[in-house]
Structure formats: C-alpha cells, structure tokens
T-cell receptor
Framework: KAGVTQTPRYLIKTRGQQVTLSCSPISGHRSVSWYQQTPGQGLQFLFEYFSETQRNKGNFPGRFSGRQFSNSRSEMNVSTLELGDSALYLC??????????????FGPGTRLTVL | AQSVTQLGSHVSVSEGALVLLRCNYSSSVPPYLFWYVQYPNQGLQLLLKYTTGATLVKGINGFEAEFKKSETSFHLTKPSAHMSDAAEYFCAVSDGNNRLAFGKGNQVVVIP
C-alpha cells in the first residue's frame, strides 16, 4: 500500500496570508490527524477527522481549521499567518476504530515558513 | 490529560553499546504507549507500541520496551547501537481517543 502523502512538501508564506495543506491517507484508513512540530513546543496535536467529522481537537486557535472529504483525504487551513506558525505540519492516518490503540502512520510533513 | 516525560534531549552512545531512552507517562486511564523514530526530513515511523497483554514489547530494528505500570514507565532499549540508529526518538501516550501526546524527544548520536 502507498503510504501517507502530503502536499506540498515546502511552503513559504508571509504574515497575514493563509495557507492550505493537503494529506492523502493510506487506502482504507478513515481517520486523519494533524500535528504541528516546532523546536520549542515539540509535537502538538491539532485535530483529528474521522468519516468527514472532526472527532478530536487540540488547543489551537480558531485560525487553524481542517476538513475531510468523502475519500478520506484531508486538508488543513491556517488563516492570518503569524511568524510562530512556522513549523513542520505532520499528517497521520489510521483505521480510527481502535479506540486510541491504533497505529498512526505519518506522512513526511509539510515544512511551512512564515516570513 | 495524558502526558509524557523524556529526559535528556541529546543522548550520545558508542557504536555497539546499549541504547537506553527513558519515558515516563501520566495518564488517568490505562494507557496505550508508543515509540516513534524520526530521521532527518522525514515523518515519524513506529518502532513499537504497547496496548494490552505482554508488558515486554519487541519492535523493529532490534528495539524493545517494557511497560511498568508501578513505575509509570515505558523505557526503550537496544542491546547494541548501530550507526543507522542516529535519529530522534519520541515516546507518546494515547488515552483512548486516538490523539497522541508526545514527549520532547531524544536526539540520539552514535559515536563510531
């Protein structure tokens, strides 16, 4: 099976702009989670989508949003970008049925730089 | 809320020596525990996980970890380090809602 893919791999934006990142999960996986990775804060959970519904949400401001399509592909959007949003954004997919015991399979990430 | 503590951001180990990475967790419910590895410019790859059952878990690349409830620990070990083990290692805990809480990570350097 193909792994989790994320596009684009690299992005450079300026403050105030918005950005959309895309994630295609492993075939058959219905859960997609997003994480932000920064040197200072480490890996932090953003949100999880399962069958097109947001099922879990982390402690991020409303500028961070996401959605999931019927084919399980997911997008996350960050509006009004701030310098502190510069990070590696990781997407992970899983079956979503294991009540937290699922293995989450991670994509290579999108490196976002905000200038 | 669940959390993970990994001490020592950088760990140096000689090639052929024991690799030991410590992980302590906090969880209000029986935890699911994971170790992931991240190579430069890549995503995270699962090394091993504990859900239920046997407390000694074997993973890929010769790694293993033991779940000790009394010590709230899930330390990762490998008997003999290889140069290819140089990477960043993350311990994570899930409390059952498919949402991982990660530790700060250990950057492992292998000295020839």
């Amino acid at each position: 099976k193909a792994g989790v893919t994320q596009t684009p791999r690299y992005l450079i934006k300026t403050r105030g702009q918005q950005v959309t990142l895309s994630c295609s999960p492993i075939s058959g996986h219905r859960s997609v989670s997003w994480y932000q990775q920064t040197p200072g804060q480490g890996l932090q959970f953003l949100f999880e989508y399962f069958s097109e519904t947001q099922r879990n949400k982390g402690n991020f401001p409303g500028r961070f949003s996401g959605r999931q399509f019927s084919n399980s592909r997911s997008e996350m959007n960050v509006s009004t970008l701030e310098l502190g949003d510069s990070a590696l954004y990781l997407c992970a997919s899983s079956t979503g049925t294991g009540r937290g015991a699922d293995t989450q399979y991670f994509g290579p990430g999108t490196r976002l730089t905000v200038l | 809320a669940q959390s993970v503590t990994q001490l020592g951001s950088h760990v140096s180990v000689s090639e052929g020596a024991l690799v030991l990475l410590r992980c302590n967790y906090s969880s209000s419910v029986p935890p699911y525990l994971f170790w992931y590895v991240q190579y430069p410019n890549q995503g995270l790859q699962l090394l091993l996980k504990y859900t239920t059952g046997a407390t000694l878990v074997k993973g890929i690349n010769g790694f293993e970890a033991e779940f000790k409830k009394s010590e709230t620990s899930f330390h990762l070990t490998k008997p003999s380090a290889h140069m290819s083990d140089a990477a960043e290692y993350f311990c994570a805990v899930s409390d059952g809602n498919n949402r991982l809480a990660f530790g700060k990570g250990n950057q492992v350097v292998v000295i020839p």
